[in-house]
């Protein structure tokens, strides 16, 4: 059975970070590309930050030089450090595994809970 467990959300003010942790199980983790979508308010689901199986990263224009995704193979884990946050990145923010690594791969699995991120002015 496949879940992924975002988490390390909350409310932080614009020109803050914050890391997002996912945790994945019931998948070959270190095997798949892996990427971070966020979803804002009235807003379609978007991918911002992707990472293949061999550590190579692909961002979306609105986050590069601000986000930088990761990956633990050893712990079926993928983050997403955020830093110098803006209002624009309060989103839901969820993790799952790609087809391809690119930015246009569609998600592989259904999505968990995803964590929210509040970025305030």
């Known amino acids: 059975q496949v879940q992924l467990v975002e988490s390390g959300g909350g409310l932080v003010q614009a020109g803050g970070s914050l890391r997002l942790s996912c945790l994945a199980s019931?998948?070959?983790?270190?095997?798949?590309?892996m990427g971070w979508y966020r979803q804002a308010p009235g807003k379609q689901r978007e991918l911002v930050a992707v990472?293949?199986?061999?550590?190579?990263?692909i961002y979306a224009d609105s986050v590069k030089g601000r986000f930088a995704i990761s990956r633990d193979d050893t712990k079926n884990t993928v983050y997403l450090q955020m830093n110098s946050l803006k209002p624009e990145d309060t989103a839901v923010y969820y993790c799952?595994?790609?087809?391809?690594?690119?930015?246009?791969?569609?998600?592989?699995?259904?999505w968990g809970q995803g964590t929210q991120v509040t970025v305030s002015s």
């Open positions: 799952n595994a790609l087809y391809v690594a690119t930015m246009t791969s569609s998600p592989r699995f259904p």
């Open positions: 019931g998948i070959a983790f270190r095997m798949m590309s």
């Open positions: 990472v293949s199986s061999g550590r190579i990263t």
